[in-house]
Every structure is written in C-alpha cells, then in structure tokens.
C-alpha cells in the first residue's frame, strides 16, 4: 500500500477515550541536516488534545448517522477518514440520494483553514459542523430534531453530562464537540515534513525536484503554509477562465461582490493524493490533470509530461501519518429515540 | 453509556494487522462459582484469527465504497459495526436511495449462523458477501466491475498477492476476505456469558429471574446455543398469524415449499439491545415490543407488564465486547480507477 498505515498504540483509558493524533516519533526524523526553516511551507504539528473526553464524544457524534434525518448518513459518510477525510466523489450524495452542488472538501487540517466551506461561509469547524445537518440536501435534519435524538439515548445524556456538566444538551454543544474532534484530524509526519526538518532522505532527487519547480513556477503563491494551502481565497482562472458545468460561484456567494465570483478557497495540498477528484467540481480526475489545469489556467504554464510529474511525485510526498484511532461505539437509542425517516413513510409503529 | 466500550490495547504489527476479537482477560469473569454447563445457551468463544493479513484485507473491503457502483456504500453502510453490527433502520438504504425489503441483520456472531440472510439463501459468509454487491437494489454493482475495479488500485493489488499469492484479483478473493473478517466479529464476555461462567455476581436478581422465564416460557427452543438463536428456521406466527405489511415469504423462496412460507431463520439475541428495531420487517421498535409478540404469536403467552421487563433485563445481558479495531485506511485509487457512477452521469473527464 502507498500510503502508510500507522502503528501505533493507542493509549487506553479508563473512559475509553481514544488517542487522537497522537504519534510516534519517527525514527527516519531523526536529523541528517539542519531543519529549512525558510521555506513557504512549514510542518504539520500533532494535535495537542487538552479534553480527551470532549474529543471522544465529538468523534462519536462525527460518526453518528442519528445527526440526519435518514439515521444513514454521517460527517463520515462524505469525510470519510479510511478515505483522505473525503468521499472521493465528484459531488456528494446526500439525503434521498440528492446530488450535491461541490465537491467534498478534506476534513484533515481543516482546523488550519481560514474558513470553512469552499466560499468560507463558516468562520470555524463549530460554525461548519452545524451546516450538514440542517442541510435538506445533505444529512436533511434540523438542529432541533439531532438535539432531541442525542437527548433521548441515554448514553450520550451521560457523555454530555459529563463533558459539558449539564443535563440540557444544545446544538452548541454538539458542534463544539465535532469541531474538538476534527481539530485532531492532523496529518504530521509526511516524507515533505521530515525533508524539511532536515532528513535530505525522505524525499527522492525527482520529488526535490518537484518541490524546486512548484515553488519556482509560482504553485507556491497560493499553495503554502503549513497546510499547503487553505489560507486564502483565489480566484479560479487567473490567466484563463476556468471551464465548466458547476453553477459555484465561491466566494461571492458570501460577500455578493461580483469581484469574488470565482473565489474559492485555496484548498490544502496536504494528503493530496488520497483527495480526489480535484477542485470544487471534482472535473479533475487525477493529480496530473490537476496539475496541468492549474498550470494552465492559473500560472500561464504549460509544464511538459516531465515536469508535471515531477509536481505529482512531490504532491505524493505530501501524505502524512492518517488519524489513527478505534471505530467508535455508539450508544444505543432509548424507547424514546425518534424513529429515523429515511423513507418518509409511515411512522414506525410504537 | 449503557454498552462497553472496550480498552484493549491493540496488537500492533508491522504490517499495520489489527487485532480482531481478541480480549483482554476481564477481572470479573474469575469464576466465583462452578461453571454452568448444561444451560441451552453457551458462551462465546473469542475468535481464533489464523490468517491477519487475510482478516486485514477483509476489513479494508468491508469499509470500501468502492464495491458499491456509487462508490458510497459499504458492507459497514448497512452492517455498522459502530451500531451493533445494523443500520438500526427498519429496512436499509441502498443503491439510490433504494428501500430495501426486508431489516439488515447483524452481522456480529453471524459466523454462528445455519446459514446466511433471513431466507437462509446463502450456506455461509463468503457466499453471502458476493450478494449485496452485485443486488441492483444494494451495491448496485457488478462482480465484474467490483474486481474490475480493485485491480486498479495499487495498494490492493499488492495486499492481494502478498495473501493470495497471485497477481489475479477474483470475487472468489474478496468474498473470501471479507468472510475472514466476519469471522473474527464475534461478542465474548457479556455479562450474561460470565454469569454462565460461573460469576454469579455478573447478574442482578431480575436479570436472572427474566433468564428463567425464558427458558420456562418456551423462548429457548428456538433462541439456544452459543448465538442465541441463528442456528434453525422457524415459523413466524406459530399460535397466532404476524400481520405485517413485508412482503418477505422467508424460507420459501429458497425451497419452493408453500410449509415454508413465513418461515425465517431465527435472529441471534446476541447484542440484542443493539440490533434494534427488531424481526425481519423492522416492525418492532423496542425490545419491549419484541417479547410482547414474540410471547404473544409464538407461545401464546401474554407476559405480564413485570414479567416483560424481566425478559428485556436478561436480554441486555446478553451484550458482549463489541469488536475492537482501529478503522483502516483504504489504498488511494490509482490513475486507471474507474471513477464511481453515483449519478449515472456523464463520466468524470479524463
């Protein structure tokens, strides 16, 4: 398998909390030559959990289909964290099979994002996480309805209690738990990280090569920080406008600005390879055909077959130590738990 | 929360094999007393996993979108193994937001089954897993593409010749696979199984006192042995007919035998507290509801109100150690991947 699969032992505690982007030291990081420290993209830092407990709960909740009014789909189900925190489709699937409107954006690193969604209409992960839910055409529920849900499972009455030492459970504090959970979504540790902190091992002479003429062509305008990206809104088709069938129009969807139009936020090129298909629209099936369009489109370059796969080979180095954690337990609905509705029909007999 | 949750500390090895089913001795189970041995119900054995790279694989597949033509449902999409092994809906999801016909059994102690599916359609696992990826109304998929697909992806094709030892990816493989990993989906050291264990402490009164109304009621004739139950086929409606709108003959549509009409395989009670709503329509919403048709169309006993809570008291003792895993990473889709069609859409370019 191309990308690593961790080995690490996970901390067991007594609450069954589960470790969140904890890691272990690599020992390929242990310095061959000094760290560059002047390079537009820095290392991806662990997660420093400071409330396992909350961590825990959000990650039930993050893998919870009750959240929607199907009891089918999940955050999971299009962050899909066996799957880059993706779906890897075009557009998502969402309640009644509806086909959504943009492509699936990582939920790895999101946390280093400027803002949330394509167009940034979320200032943070909390804000974020209650969209999906009370989207008709996404999980199809409404605060409300999850709140209700959450609070007739006893066991998630108790989680609750106590993490947020209270009886009442609130949409606030459901958000501040998924969005405490997918802040441990990092992915430290690629070969680029350990090259960059001095191992002149990790990376082979071609993606070095790569790295050189992503940086040199102007990739790094955009693509940079320690997320590869994330940190700003571009326009999509500077040098020539960009062609396709998706009616997005980023960013001016928040700011109604026609100078906006076509702004989307510059999405991280951390795990790149596992994130497919490419851009908003999800038209891009491949890294390469990635790498050619933005060349194109956004730089006036044409790379030729073997400096576009130099790009690729240095993307590729940009895969880092997946979260790694036990398939949550989910607590079991009480008598008094609504009966999911996938199907609209008649209500399930009491 | 009312379920364990479980805080093994998993084997981790080289390459990247989790440890399935495997159980840490519990403190409790030291017998206080002498073992029970001739009780109709039996514990549950730990699986006894030979193959972990073979198991290994078979996770990966069992969370793989990629065998559904959608790229969107899994084997765990409807068999949860967050949820007790169901989807905990009346009837599942499928291929386009399909109603399916008859409620998702689990799939934890399912290796303990006569045979597969309600109907007994499928003699064991390996045959069963091959069903819903290629059921238009499920997966909506083919074996063909399935393999087809697989074959692209380079991470699989590496696991599989490392297991199978050949460079030919088949649906006999994956099915085998998947099989494997179900094998290992067993429950051990519920409460009820240390109570049989000889822990007499491991139940309270009612617990034990709504265990002997089952066996004196009748219940254990059909609900016996290791799984409780899953191990005979059995009329639904002996004393008294089931009204239900389900359409599903049971047995019959195997043999062709109009005595077999109705007949369905007996659900095991294992994690019973988990695998709501409960018979083959999904009609019963709480366990509660469950025993009181159950006692009613099956026995001709009407249990009392007290009665009828002792029986749910045992059968929520029957819940074991879910299993514990970490979730799997799945190999990236390689250049020459098909692209999944959710939508029946034009192609994604390439």
């Known amino acids: 398998m191309k990308h690593k699969i961790f080995t690490l032992v996970l901390t067991t505690l007594v609450a069954a909390l589960v470790g969140c982007g904890q890691k272990a030291d690599s020992a390929k990081t242990a310095a061959l030559g000094k760290p560059m420290t002047d390079e537009p993209i820095q290392p991806i830092n662990a997660a420093n959990v400071s409330n396992p407990a909350l961590v825990q709960l959000g990650m039930q909740l993050y893998f919870d289909p009750r959240l929607s009014k199907s009891g089918f789909i999940s955050c999971n189900s299009c962050h899909n964290l066996s799957m880059g925190g993706t779906d890897n489709l075009k ?24 803002a949330q969604f394509w167009d940034g209409r979320a200032a943070d992960l909390k804000e974020q996480a209650g969209g999906p839910i009370a989207n008709p055409g996404e999980m199809g529920f409404t605060h409300e ?14 989680e609750f209690k106590k993490v947020f030492g209270t009886d009442k459970i609130t949409i606030d504090e459901v958000t501040k738990a998924i969005a405490a959970f997918e802040e441990t979504l990092v992915t430290p540790n690629s070969r680029f990280d350990q090259w960059l902190k001095g191992d002149k091992n990790a990376l ?16 790094v305008a955009c693509h940079n920080g320690p997320a590869v990206g994330g940190n700003s809104f571009q326009k999509m088709g500077v040098v020539e406008p960009y062609k396709g069938d998706s009616k997005a129009e980023g960013r001016a969807a928040v700011t109604g600005k026609d100078a906006d139009r076509f702004n989307f ?11 497919y298909p490419y851009f908003h629209d ?9 790498v050619e369009i933005m060349g194109r489109i956004q730089l006036g370059r044409n790379f030729s077959k073997e400096e576009n796969a130099d790009i690729v080979a240095f993307l590729k180095s940009l895969t880092g130590d997946q979260p ?26 009491k």
Chains 1, 2 share one sequence.
Request: charged share 15%.
């Open 204 to 219: 082979t002479a071609q993606e070095v090569q790569g790295y050189e003429l992503f940086k040199n062509s102007g990739c």
């Open 282 to 290: 999800g038209e891009a099936k491949t890294l390469s055909q990635a």
């Open 91 to 114: 557009t998502s699937i969402g309640h009644k099979w509806n086909q959504g409107p943009i492509n699936a954006p990582t939920v790895l690193n999101s946390s280093l994002n400027v």
């Open 324 to 349: 790694s954690f036990k398939l949550p337990q989910l607590p079991p609905s009480g008598p008094d738990t609504p009966s999911p509705q996938p199907f609209d029909a008649k209500p399930v007999k």
């Open 145 to 158: 309805l999850a709140v209700k849900t959450l609070a007739t499972i006893p066991g998630y009455v108790e």
């Open 265 to 275: 936020k510059v999405p991280t090129l951390r795990n790149i390879e596992m994130t």
